[in-house]
């Protein structure tokens, strides 16, 4: 299902874990047709509720009933694809949203490179258990075939999309339906030669998906494949037009040391230079920006702490753990301490 005509730029919403609880109650008394409502369905409840109580899931469950039936959202009669097409700040990028097999999630044909918090994936298996349906999408990325590519661009240029606005964070969104039923087969063909898939964004998203999947295959043992419950919703670009955001840390406390012994501690594995008046928003590898007691410095990791490493071991989330969060700030495993939370850097 989709919005329906002229209501998509009311009810289209940021993922439901950019939010903060209060954000999120904020967000939807200002726009309250927008789906993080059912995405973030304690908002729907007063402040003291209990957001993982039954109730809680079975509301979302309920406003998506109850939405779709009112006419906010249309399905189209015939299996379709459907082109993305995202643009901020100037450059755009568009993906193919369609149906990701949790086979392929499962073999590894789609590539994970993120740990999942267990709090946050029990949360989204049971939205979409209970709601008995993907309410986000997972956002991959793969190398596209030379001829895709081409298709898609015609498509777009011979074809009015159903959707056009730009939304509050100043992103334009378009969408085109994809429903020649030639163009699907070769859709459909020229994927299947497609090796390797990688999950940008939506590794809780992904797993809760596949898990609720793997339940309802159990629950039903004589299931064929072909079930909705064997696929989740995903967009999927091109590698090669996505550009890399930065994503946030942020520690509630520095373990009980005084600002400047915290700071000092940087200097024995990376270079620390202050950066007075404005953000610090690092420019290559092995670089970070650090923001502690109202000032924003940068750091960059000597090279001595990486060398010889594997390629796992080189990335910067790896020597951000190794070298601040788990020997100095005491945050041994980042998926559970509630010191700890992330904020992605489209966040603005």
């Not at 109650?25 to 726009?31: F, G, M, Y």
């Not at 469950?61 to 779709?68: A, G, K, Q, S, Y």
């Not at 299931?223 to 919703?233: A, D, I, S, V």
């Not at 037009?241 to 940087?266: N, W």
């Amino acid at each position: 299902v989709h919005p329906a005509e002229g209501l998509a730029s009311k009810l289209a919403a940021l993922p439901y874990d950019v939010y903060s609880r209060d954000e999120a109650r904020e967000q939807v008394k200002k726009a309250p047709e927008s789906f993080l409502a059912i995405d973030r369905p304690e908002t729907q409840f007063p402040k003291d509720q209990d957001m993982y109580a039954p109730e809680v899931y079975q509301k979302a469950h309920d406003m998506l009933e109850e939405w779709i039936k009112r006419g906010s959202f249309v399905q189209d009669q015939q299996k379709c694809y459907y082109l993305y097409e995202l643009t901020m700040d100037g450059r755009s990028q568009t993906g193919l949203v369609a149906c990701a097999s949790i086979d392929d999630y499962l073999n590894g044909v789609i590539k994970k490179h993120e740990l999942t918090r267990e709090d946050k994936e029990q949360d989204r298996i049971r939205h979409v258990d209970v709601c008995d349906a993907n309410t986000g999408p997972i956002f991959l990325a793969c190398r596209y075939p030379a001829e895709l590519l081409t298709l898609m661009e015609e498509w777009k240029n011979a074809h009015a999309p159903v959707y056009d606005f730009t939304s509050d964070d100043e992103i334009t969104h378009r969408v085109w339906v994809v429903d020649d039923e030639e163009k699907i087969r070769t859709i459909h063909s020229l994927f299947g030669g497609i090796s390797s898939i990688y999950i940008a964004d939506g590794h809780h998203r992904a797993a809760s998906a596949v898990k609720v999947g793997q339940k309802k295959r159990a629950e039903h043992p004589d299931y064929t494949g072909k079930e909705e419950f064997n696929f989740f919703l995903s967009v999927v670009f091109p590698y090669d037009q996505l550009t890399i955001l930065p994503y946030h840390r942020i520690v509630k406390d520095i373990k009980g040391m005084e600002p400047k012994a915290f700071i000092g501690s940087m200097k024995f594995n990376f270079e620390l230079m202050a950066m007075p008046g404005f953000p610090c928003k690092p420019v290559e590898k092995h670089c970070f920006g650090l923001y502690v007691d109202g000032e924003w410095f940068h750091l960059k990791a000597y090279p001595d702490i990486y060398a010889g490493k594997d390629s796992v071991g080189q990335l910067d989330v790896s020597i951000l753990q190794d070298k601040v969060l788990g020997p100095v700030l005491g945050i041994s495993d980042p998926r559970t301490d509630e010191r700890i939370r992330f904020m992605g850097g489209n966040h603005r």
